[in-house]
């Protein structure tokens, strides 16, 4: 069974530093995705970035970006040039590849961006 | 686009009563997934369904709890009798099927059962 460990349960970073949160997982699939969400105080969870497993390229969105660590099985997220937005719970999921789009999720970090 | 939608944003009920939960998926989407969220257990999948119908509910804590897709545009998971450890933010999601397979959550609906 595949799991996501999330190991740091708070963090913070003065606006305008660089932050990294980090996540591993254990699986023996070799064909997976991994996703980062972001959960602000609204509780809406959203989207911030996914990666497939096969592709080494490190995925990037604006001031996201993570270093996927493949055989380390490792998925950190650094967010650059934090802002007051970003304060939030960050959620790291697998879910593996072909058949059943069920999300494995650790079990968050809380980020705070002080002014 | 609208997003996924869901009703009520927020519930509050009496022990015992039925509390229904209603979900509309992003048009188009052919997944749909209900999740709870609590503070001990962090987010639970319940159950999900592919073209309406149930996949997987290995998630649903009880018989007390069910769920229906009656349509591709339209779920309710419906939780009778309701008791105070069933208190939580309860998550509605759709994905496309398909490479792009991220979930789209919606905004929740936080239930207190008193």
């Known amino acids: 069974a595949q799991t996501v460990t999330q190991s740091q349960p708070e963090m913070s970073v003065q606006e305008a530093e660089t932050v990294t949160l980090s996540c591993t997982y254990d699986?023996?699939?070799?064909?997976?995705?991994l996703f980062w969400y972001k959960q602000p105080p609204s509780r809406q969870m959203i989207l911030v970035i996914r990666?497939?497993?096969?592709?080494?390229q490190n995925a990037t969105e604006n001031r996201f970006s993570v270093n996927f660590q493949k055989a380390a099985k490792s998925f950190s997220l650094k967010i650059s040039d934090s802002q007051l937005g970003d304060t939030a719970m960050y959620f790291c999921?697998?879910?593996?590849?072909?058949?059943?789009?069920?999300?494995?999720f650790g079990t968050g970090t809380r980020l705070k961006v002080l002014a | 686009d609208a997003g996924v939608i869901q009703s009520p944003r927020h519930e509050v009920t009496e022990m015992g009563q039925e509390v229904t939960l209603r979900c509309k998926p992003i048009?188009?989407?052919?997944?749909l997934f209900w999740y709870r969220q609590t503070m001990m257990r962090g987010l639970e999948l319940l159950i999900y369904?592919?073209?309406?119908?149930?996949?997987?509910d290995s998630g649903m804590p009880e018989d007390r709890f069910s769920a229906k897709m009656p349509n591709a545009s339209f779920s309710t998971l419906k939780i009778q009798p309701s008791e105070p450890r069933d208190s939580a933010v309860y998550f509605c999601?759709?994905?496309?099927?398909?490479?792009?397979?991220?979930?789209?959550f919606g905004p929740g609906t936080r239930l207190t059962v008193t």
């Open positions: 990666q497939e497993a096969y592709k080494q």
């Open positions: 999921a697998f879910m593996k590849h072909g058949g059943t789009y069920k999300y494995i």
């Open positions: 699986t023996s699939e070799n064909n997976y995705y």
């Open positions: 048009s188009g989407h052919d997944y």
């Open positions: 369904f592919n073209n309406n119908v149930p996949i997987d």
């Open positions: 999601a759709s994905s496309p099927t398909g490479t792009r397979s991220e979930q789209y």
